[in-house]
């Protein structure tokens, strides 16, 4: 191995630990680990990864970071690969236990496009469980997401800090990061095996991706983790049909491989959900945010001793403030099982009452919950370092609530429509224009706005409708005869010849009325 290519940067001395001191416990773990990642044992390999690595970490590096790459290097032969692998969990670890550094945020990014070079480029001849290797995808983009945040917040930088990222401007570029996630993506090939799996011809999903004819699953389940990783990083960009679209080979009204681990499961229904709420598709994120907490509420129990515990809890809490959300624009609680309705009256039944009302209360909590819910969005360029330096790590955000408040304010401006549609079966155009103390002509206009607002264009391009009761006009008569959802579902479930025989019977009705 050569000293230049895992040469550690000198550590801030008030760290207060050698970084070439190796306690007998740490040698252990390296010689073992690497020894089972060369046998591909990966049961040993899931185990002490998920255990063992904790252990030592909780015990001997709680407020340090682990030993540095040189000084574990000669234990397991120099060898290449292992010493990437090791310096990308001594990275995760330094960002969970410590802040980084500038320099040691841009070694990471060094790190990470070697060890991606070498899957893309290299002959990688061993497997890893898929946990290590969700991990891999979704630090890579946390840790994008942690340096855009940081290189945002410019207003207290040091001249050292300013010089440095002038120096390395292409660290954590958007454009590296979603060509790195692409590259996966393509070079496994990752999409054809999905669609060869679904002709019989690849066994991806029945193996949760595991190579058992001496095969690597590296590239392979790379490729698939960093569909999720492109649809969370378009999230963060705000860009929500790309998310959405980068997402599409996975088919996620079944189980896959990204529901075997519990991390994967619910970043992809997280920001997958998320995406569709912001594209007012609002009854396929309350069915997918329906699934996933009902999935939790059953499961989580037996993630406590997990390492990813609190976060599971944390992305619960605002999963169930999204669907509130949900629920409060398109009322379809028809689509939500009871025991997540219970959990959600119990945390939010209150305050999605108050979300009803077309007032300053009302958008006051959708910004609460929006801001408490939404993903850390980020601006991905960088700054201009000749004009006067300010923070603007907050603007992405900001235009993000902008856009969400703007589309909550007219759904909530429809809300007095949806209320008088309930009611009748049929109603008249004056009447209907009386009670709403408009003229038609305005009336026109808000029945109109009322069936774009609640239809969307779903990811095959055909409009859906989010409506819980829906209507159609009859110019002839000036009425508006209103359509239940339940009524329309119904409907569709008759079979062609009786749904045929009731549409002519109507037929015959309506002409005998203008007669």
Known sequence: MANQDYEERPQTQELGYDPNFVPDSVKSFVVHLYRHIREKNVYEIHQMYESSFQTLSERLFKDTPWPSVDAVAHYVDNDHVFCLLYREMWFRHLYARLTPTLRQRIDSWDNYCSLFQVVLHGVVNMQLP??????????????????????????????????????FDQAWNVYGVLNFLQALVEKSTIIQILEQEKEGLEQFTAT?????????????????????????????????????KCLLPIDISQQGVYTSVIGSHITTIYHYGFANLMLRRYV??????????????????????????????????????????CLSLCPQTRLVDETVNSQLREKYGEKMARM?????????????????????????SAPSFEEPLVNYNQDAYRLQLKLFLYEAKQQQLLSGVRTFLKVYSTISFAKLASYMEVDESTLRTILITYKHKTHAVDSDGKITSNADVDFYIDECLQMVSIVSICCRTQFMLWSPSLRNVMVITFCVRLSSLKG
């Not at 946390?142 to 001249?159: G, L, V």
Request: aromatic residues 16%; contains cysteine.
């Open 356 to 380: 009803q009302r077309y007032d300053d209360e009302a958008f006051a909590i959708y910004d609460e919950l929006f801001s408490y819910a939404c993903p850390k969005f980020i601006t991905p």
């Open 208 to 244: 949760d991706g595991y190579d058992y004819n001496g095969g690597s699953n590296v590239l392979k389940v790379l490729g698939y983790f960093s569909m999720v990783g492109l649809l969370r990083v378009h999230c963060l960009l705000g860009d929500y049909h790309t998310g959405i």
């Open 284 to 325: 396929e994120a309350i069915r997918e945010f329906n699934k996933i907490l009902l999935y939790i509420f059953k499961t989580k129990q037996y993630h406590q001793k997990s390492p990813q515990y609190e976060q599971i809890l944390k992305k619960n809490e605002q999963m169930y403030a999204l669907l509130a959300i």
């Open 130 to 167: 898929n946990q290590w290797l969700w991990d891999m995808v979704d630090e890579f983009v946390y840790q994008f997401q942690s340096f855009c945040q940081y290189r945002a917040k410019m207003k207290n930088k040091t001249e050292q800090e300013i010089t440095l990222l002038r120096q």
